[in-house]
């Protein structure tokens, strides 16, 4: 059903829903693939694109936390672990093993002793073990260009990497395939009540002159950082304050820093966990760690500082690699809901496991992890639905995503491209090489994504605007100079007639578009009060 077709259904029929989710980010999304998986009519709203907040813009790991179980967080640490491994099994091409390599330099803590304790407790968990120790010429060796300087050796382990956004796309697919209505650009006005119970929800989307009413005993609250303002502060157990806490990131082309395994150290200013690690074919820096006190429903944005704190990372790692601002690519800056218990503690001391507010059928999720979404879906879901949950919710062994068919590769895509293609679209996948050509869209660019995926995208991703399709379906925006700038006289030529534009309606979305990426996804130059 076309997206107009559905808006007017919802406006003209009094069928109502089982569950109505807000928030289309991962958590949101991960609460409709289950809902759906499990027989119920969701419904799933999102205000801006799917996964337009924190879910496109975290530091892209699926991880188990090491840093949270080195400050005592088992529970988090084991919930993460066991979901890594069982999406790394699942949907492999969307989450694939990444190598990490963390350097020890003589006198600093933590030492290699302490630290291979901790990567022991991480394996065991894991019950697949990865840590081994490196000499210092092993680990220049897996590090070309490390720096040697006080140098003692170095560890490594695997956790996993992925396109958070893609992920958050493939889960929205899941939960349709399963029956759910998903919407992006669909703002929740209002929670409805009677006599104090939760008895629907006012919605209004981006193109409607008038709001629409739907029906749901149930409603989850899954918007993140955004999630306080749906709360009435009224009989609900419990509270739950949040704390914004803004992580910013640097991409730079991959030959001016070629890594092929996220390398990390703690950064000399604040002893915070920083890494630079290959994604998409550049290299990322990330990730900074402080209060966001921005508006919300603006793009975040990375400061001169946070930029100089990144940069800093590079220097101090591969000295002789002179990285500098003229070298980046791109940025991204991603707000964070940390729940706090308001005691004043450091940005990096807060807690990052999740919680969960109960106000009579609305349920408020907050904090939590990229990798342990499921988790988080399925108390949201037991905590609403009460005593019935357990002969509702599908069993928890179920499987995520379902697999992809049986198809034969296309001789003109490589084997790697073909995993990752089927890693991304799963089932759907013989419709999206059906979409166009199997072409690199940027040739000589080490990422392989195809001109087949653009066009679906465009098809059947719900791109309503330009940066939809370059920020979040795709990454063209981050990976290539100016954010593809030169590239959109093609995509116009490909994509138009698709996504039925008129030529005022692209020079629009262009000037939209990047006016976004110059706003919040690039460096301003440096004025001469800000050279240093």
């Known amino acids: 059903m076309i997206r107009a077709d559905t808006l007017k259904a919802l406006a003209t029929d009094d069928t109502g829903f089982d569950v109505v989710v807000i928030g289309g980010g991962i958590t949101g999304a991960g609460v409709a693939r289950e809902a759906a998986g499990s027989g119920l009519r969701t419904l799933l709203v999102e205000q801006k694109d799917f ?3 924190t879910s496109s813009r975290s530091s892209k790991m699926v991880h188990g936390g090491l840093r949270y179980l080195g400050s005592g967080h088992y529970g988090l640490t084991r919930d993460a672990v066991r979901e890594r491994e069982r999406l790394m099994a699942e949907a492999p091409g969307l989450i694939d093993p990444l190598r ?3 350097p020890h330099f003589k ?4 030492g290699p002793r302490l630290f291979q304790l901790l990567l022991r407790v991480y394996d065991f968990i894991a019950q697949s073990p990865s840590r081994h120790f490196l000499s210092p010429a092993q680990s220049e060796l897996w590090v070309p260009g490390l720096t040697r300087e006080n ?3 170095a560890s490594g382990f695997t956790d996993a990497v992925t396109d958070d956004s893609r992920l958050v796309q493939r889960l929205i697919a899941e939960a349709r395939r399963d029956g759910a209505i998903c919407l992006n650009y669909t703002r929740a006005q209002e929670v409805q009540r009677s006599n104090g119970m939760v008895c629907g929800l006012i919605i209004q989307p981006e193109e409607g002159a008038s709001p629409i009413t739907v029906s749901a005993p149930l409603v989850i609250n899954a918007t993140g950082a955004w999630a306080d303002l749906l709360q009435t502060g009224e009989n609900g157990s419990g509270s739950m304050k949040i704390r914004p806490l803004r992580g910013s990131h640097l991409v730079l082309p991959w030959a001016r820093l070629p890594v092929s395994c996220s390398v990390s150290l703690f950064h000399p200013q604040d002893r915070r966990p920083v890494f630079a ?9 990330g990730t900074t760690d402080l209060d966001h006190e921005g508006n919300l429903d603006q793009e975040p944005v990375i400061s001169e500082a946070e930029t100089d704190y990144l940069l800093q990372i590079a220097s101090r790692l591969f000295p002789a690699s002179h990285i500098s601002r003229s070298d980046i690519l791109s940025t991204w800056a991603g707000v964070r809901p940390v ?4 005691t004043g503690k450091s940005p990096s001391r807060e807690n990052r496991e999740h919680a969960l507010r109960e106000d009579r059928g609305l349920i408020s999720i907050a904090g939590g992890k990229l990798t342990t979404f499921r988790v988080i879906a399925r108390e949201a879901l037991k905590q609403g639905l009460g ?4 002969s509702i919710l599908r069993p928890g062994s179920q499987s995520v995503f379902t697999a992809p068919r049986e198809l034969e590769r296309p001789e003109q895509v490589g084997h790697q491209t073909w995993q990752r293609l089927q890693g991304l679209y799963g089932p759907d996948l013989d419709q999206v090489i059906a979409s166009g050509a199997l072409e690199p869209v940027v040739p000589d660019h080490p990422w392989d994504l ?3 995926e653009l066009l679906w995208a465009c098809r059947a991703e719900d791109v309503r605007h330009l940066d939809d399709l370059l920020l979040r379906k795709t990454r063209l925006g981050l990976i290539l100079p100016e954010g593809g700038k030169a590239l959109l006289p093609d995509i116009k030529c490909r994509c138009q007639a698709i996504l039925d534009w008129d030529d005022q309606r692209w020079a629009d979305e262009e000037a939209r578009y990047l006016g976004i990426y110059h706003g919040a996804y690039s460096l301003a130059p440096k004025g001469p009060s800000d050279a240093s």
Do not use: N, R
């Open 107 to 110: 006198g600093q803590f933590p």
């Open 51 to 53: 996964s337009w907040g």
């Open 277 to 285: 690690f290959p994604w998409q074919g550049t290299t990322v820096l």
């Open 151 to 153: 140098l003692a050796g």
């Open 450 to 452: 195809l001109w087949a």
């Open 339 to 342: 729940v706090t218990d308001g």
């Open 100 to 102: 990490f390599i963390m």
């Open 387 to 390: 005593e019935k949950a357990h």
